[in-house]
T-cell receptor, first 115, second 112 residues
Framework: GAGVSQSPSNKVTEKGKDVELRCDPISGHTALYWYRQSLGQGLEFLIYFQGNSAPDKSGLPSDRFSAERTGGSVSTLTIQRTQQEDSAVYLC?????????????FGPGTRLTVL | KQEVTQIPAALSVPEGENLVLNCSFTDSAIYNLQWFRQDPGKGLTSLLL?????REQTSGRLNASLDKSSGRSTLYIAASQPGDSATYLCAVSGGGADGLTFGKGTHLIIQP
């Protein structure tokens, strides 16, 4: 079956512009995660959704970052007024139910470059 | 705050050798531990998931062990092949809405 998909695969934007990244989880997966992988920094957890609800948004790096999920499926991560330090690969993952019990399946990521 | 360390950071071995990758974590209150591989420019592929109540998991030539009390896990790769070349990441789950905490990975090269 289809895995986790993300779009776009690459995004180049100018500093100060807003960007929207999209994640399509595996069908039927209720849990969805966003992570960021910066060069030399490793993988950093950003936010988790159970259904459409994100119980804790404290992992988001700043108030320029927001995320939503509708219909218990597609999720979007929005970065407003992008900065050069936002350049990274943004990865989305989904799991069948609770992520701490089930395997998380990752998408290919969106590579964001802020000029 | 949970911290995950992977040793070595890089490893290069000839094809056919058995090898061990190490992972340690500072907080033993975990729900599970996962090993992933990441190929250049690609996402993560889950290799093995060990629940906190388990001691090991096996899949083909891969065997992962977990010693929760000492905060350690190892990934054993038997009869290594060039196709095993990738970055191997260890991640632990503390439950709740915290997601996975990742190590920085071991970059593995298997020489033909």
């Amino acid at each position: 079956g289809a895995g986790v998909s993300q779009s776009p695969s690459n995004k180049v934007t100018e500093k100060g512009k807003d960007v929207e990244l999209r994640c399509d989880p595996i069908s039927g997966h209720t849990a969805l995660y966003w992570y960021r992988q910066s060069l030399g920094q490793g993988l950093e957890f950003l936010i988790y959704f159970q259904g459409n609800s994100a119980p804790d948004k404290s992992g988001l790096p700043s108030d320029r970052f927001s995320a939503e999920r509708t219909g218990g499926s597609v999720s979007t991560l929005t970065i407003q007024r992008t900065q050069q330090e936002d350049s990274a690969v943004y990865l989305c993952a989904s799991s069948l139910d609770q992520g701490w019990i089930d395997t998380q399946y990752f998408g290919p990521g969106t590579r964001l470059t802020v000029l | 705050k949970q911290e995950v360390t992977q040793i070595p950071a890089a490893l290069s071995v000839p094809e056919g050798e058995n090898l061990v990758l190490n992972c340690s974590f500072t907080d033993s209150a975990i729900y599970n531990l996962q090993w992933f591989r990441q190929d250049p420019g690609k996402g993560l592929t889950s290799l093995l998931l060990i629940q906190s109540s388990q001691r090991e998991q096996t899949s083909g030539r891969l065997n992962a062990s977990l010693d929760k009390s000492s905060g350690r896990s190892t990934l054993y790769i038997a009869a290594s092949q060039p196709g095993d070349s990738a970055t191997y990441l260890c991640a632990v789950s503390g439950g709740g809405a915290d997601g996975l905490t990742f190590g920085k990975g071991t970059h593995l090269i298997i020489q033909p």
